[in-house]
């Protein structure tokens, strides 16, 4: 079952997480499947893409969708995952061209996504009640680190942008195969109020906290991809911190934990082909006799007939009544 560990060191401002996706990642790539099979080294992309939303969205805890978005010129166009407050999530990629041939099923960003070094990285989040006009908060880092080297990995595009965009030291490790898409997070807390008004005897403590934080994000470096993927998230721990004071929250999992799941719904396709137009779904209707739409994120296909289709450009005040609309 798919499972979200917290832990926080005691009397230290560092605390951690561990996700592991093991159902809910394997739903993901079996409604795939059924269309076009995403390549390897993508599916690795998707399911680390799809392990660090969930502990992004637990860690920040926001009311709305968290979403990852990574975009560039490359043959993969977009990668994108959504995570919803209660933990459901869904991801998803485009694919406009052809990856080269991999050996270990692994390629670096450059390669897939951020070809001509243009590629970003977006985070979204959305709220859940949107007030009219209200725009979702947007931050956005490149997929090049400061000297414009380009990043490998989305766990090194994540760390920068948590440091860039929260002020955050973060540690992120990312993993994933067929069947398991894992992540463990170490983050320092950030220091609030007086701590960071105080004057040089608080540095020293500073650089003591230093020390605590650098000794741990030390000790989760030496986690191999392959141990994150195999081993349960206790074994983990311990073997990582064994000598740390950790304390352990319950577990997330099952109706509480990450799980798969997608938003989409016929009033929103419909919703979509309105923006669309009339003039452009009557040529679609004359085209192809009916109008498909798939989902990119589960593959549920909603189709419209001509009935269907003309109904979509009446007064709303003749939508039926129960039906409701969103936006
Ligand atoms: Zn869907």
């Known amino acids: 079952m798919s499972e979200l560990h917290k832990f926080l060191f005691e009397g230290l401002p560092v605390r951690g997480m561990l996700v592991r996706l093991t159902d809910s990642w394997q739903e993901v790539l079996r409604r795939r499947q059924e269309g076009e099979p995403f390549d390897a080294p993508l599916r690795r992309l998707l399911g680390e893409m799809s392990a660090a939303g969930v502990l992004m969205q637990a860690n920040i805890k926001f009311n709305?969708?968290?979403?990852?978005?990574?975009?560039?010129?490359?043959?993969?166009?977009?990668?994108?995952?959504?995570?919803?407050?209660?933990?459901?999530?869904?991801?998803t990629a485009k694919v406009v061209g052809e990856l080269p041939a991999t050996d270990n099923g692994r390629l670096p960003l450059e390669v897939m996504v951020n070809v001509n070094g243009q590629g970003r990285c977006a985070i979204t989040l959305d709220p859940k009640n949107r007030m009219p006009g209200q725009q979702p908060y947007q931050g956005v880092v490149p997929l090049h680190g400061d000297h414009r080297e380009p990043l490998h990995d989305l766990s090194e595009v994540l760390e920068h942008y948590m440091l860039q965009s929260e002020q955050l030291d973060t540690k992120l490790i990312l993993a994933?195969?067929?069947?398991?898409?894992?992540?463990?997070?170490?983050?320092?807390?950030?220091?609030?109020?007086e701590a960071n008004l105080a004057?040089?005897?608080?540095?020293?403590?500073?650089?003591?906290l230093n020390e605590h934080y650098n000794r741990i994000v030390h000790l989760a470096s030496t986690l191999k991809?392959?141990?994150?993927?195999?081993?349960?998230?206790?074994?983990?721990?311990?073997?990582?911190?064994?000598?740390?004071?950790?304390?352990k929250f319950e577990p997330m999992a099952g109706p509480t934990g990450p799980r798969f799941a997608c938003?989409?719904?016929?009033?929103?396709?419909?919703?979509?082909?309105?923006?669309?137009?009339?003039e452009e779904v009557d040529s679609i209707v004359a085209e192809q006799g009916q109008v498909e739409i798939g989902c990119d994120f589960c593959g549920q296909k909603y189709v419209f007939d001509p009935i269907d289709t003309s109904e979509l450009f009446t007064d709303s005040s003749q939508t039926p009544p129960g039906s409701t609309r969103l936006q």
């Open 225 to 247: 991809q392959e141990e994150l993927l195999t081993l349960d998230a206790d074994t983990i721990l311990r073997r990582l911190f064994w000598e740390e004071d950790l304390r």
């Open 176 to 193: 994933a195969n067929d069947e398991v898409a894992a992540g463990l997070l170490i983050q320092r807390l950030p220091v609030t109020g």
């Open 64 to 91: 709305g969708a968290v979403v990852i978005q990574i975009s560039g010129d490359g043959p993969v166009k977009l990668v994108v995952t959504e995570v919803q407050s209660d933990l459901s999530f869904r991801s």
């Open 263 to 278: 938003t989409c719904s016929r009033e929103r396709v419909s919703n979509m082909l309105r923006s669309l137009g009339q």
């Open 199 to 208: 004057g040089a005897t608080h540095h020293e403590d500073d650089i003591g």
